[in-house]
């Protein structure tokens, strides 16, 4: 096991080798948040995305 601090609220937080060997199974880089501050951030990435209005233009039928 790995002693991390989170990016978010500083406070540490324990990478257990089983999480280690997932992340190195799937190539992932060791986290920088701990799993509260993640699943925080995922909620507001999740509320931004409800918000933000699809940036792609609507294709109208033209005279195709």
Do not use: H
């Not at 199974?25 to 995305?49: A, G």
């Amino acid at each position: 096991d790995k002693v991390l601090v989170c990016n978010w609220c500083k406070l540490r937080f324990i990478f257990t080798a089983e999480d280690q060997a997932k992340f190195e199974q799937k190539n992932f880089d060791t986290p920088k948040r701990c799993k509260e501050c993640n699943y925080k951030r995922r909620m507001k990435r999740k509320e931004e995305k409800k918000e933000t209005p699809s940036k792609i233009p609507e294709i109208e039928n033209q005279g195709v």
